[in-house]
């Protein structure tokens, strides 16, 4: 079955520290990979993807994400954290090739909080 | 490119009442619509998948005659949300995949506060 693990349900960091989320998936195909963010009250903004290529991806934001096939994993980092990246991350996985109906798959999320 | 909006942002209704929300693609064919809920804190849960001149295909435990899904044309899904109760009050994204859109990306709307009283 198709699924995503964000293990962490919530992380804090102080600013300027670097950060990373974690994000495990399962599934039977060439996954499709992302990261999304959402801001309180708001609707989802793609932060970065993978499908093939270099596995290590850059995003908006100073984002970046490495693909790890052999551990399943799509972490998600960056080196120095502005407290405007407070704000809920999710995972999410699809197959790679255009399969129509095929919806995203989800992880339950990981809540950033940045402190002072 | 690639916008999907959704409108109304914000509802509040009273309880009884039918609420329809639009998820509109902008700048490309949605060929396939998918609706999402989304409780306090909690992930996007996967309601409908919804494709333009056919039914919608419903998640399990998703009432259907609850949460009507149209979609009409090829840019503009709506969810109808009937005889709405408080329990029914949640964030619900919409998001649209489209002819030459590459992989299996979503863009998803800015989604729609339904609070029922």
């Known amino acids: 079955a198709q699924s995503v693990t964000q293990p962490d349900i919530h992380i804090t960091v102080s600013e300027g520290a670097s950060l990373e989320l974690r994000c495990n998936y399962s599934?039977?195909?060439?996954?499709?990979l992302f990261w999304y963010v959402q801001s309180p009250g708001q609707g989802l903004q793609l932060l970065l993807k993978y499908f093939s290529g270099d596995t290590l991806v850059q995003g908006i934001k100073g984002f970046e994400a490495e693909f790890k096939r052999s551990q399943s994993s799509f972490n998600l980092r960056k080196p120095s954290v502005h407290w405007s990246d407070a704000a809920e991350y999710f995972c999410?996985?699809?197959?790679?090739?255009?399969?129509?109906?095929?919806?995203?798959?989800f992880g339950k999320g990981t809540r950033l909080s940045v402190i002072a | 490119g690639a916008v999907v909006s959704q409108h109304p942002s914000r509802v509040i209704c009273k309880s009884g009442t039918s609420v329809k929300i639009e998820c509109r693609s902008l700048?490309?064919?949605?060929?396939?619509m998918f609706w999402y809920r989304q409780f306090p804190k909690k992930s996007l849960m996967l309601m409908a998948t919804?494709?333009?001149?056919?039914?919608?295909?419903?998640e399990q435990g998703v009432e259907k005659d609850k949460f009507l899904i149209n979609h009409a044309s090829l840019t503009l899904s709506t969810l109808t949300v009937t005889s709405a109760h408080p329990e029914d009050s949640s964030f619900y994204i919409c998001?649209?995949?489209?002819?030459?859109?590459?992989?299996?990306?979503?863009?998803f709307g800015p989604g729609t506060r339904l609070t029922v009283l």
């Open positions: 700048d490309f064919q949605a060929t396939t």
């Open positions: 599934y039977g195909a060439t996954p499709y």
């Open positions: 999410a996985v699809g197959a790679f090739l255009n399969s129509g109906n095929t919806p995203l798959v």
């Open positions: 919804s494709n333009e001149g056919s039914k919608a295909t419903y």
């Open positions: 998001s649209a995949k489209g002819i030459g859109l590459a992989g299996n990306e979503q863009f």
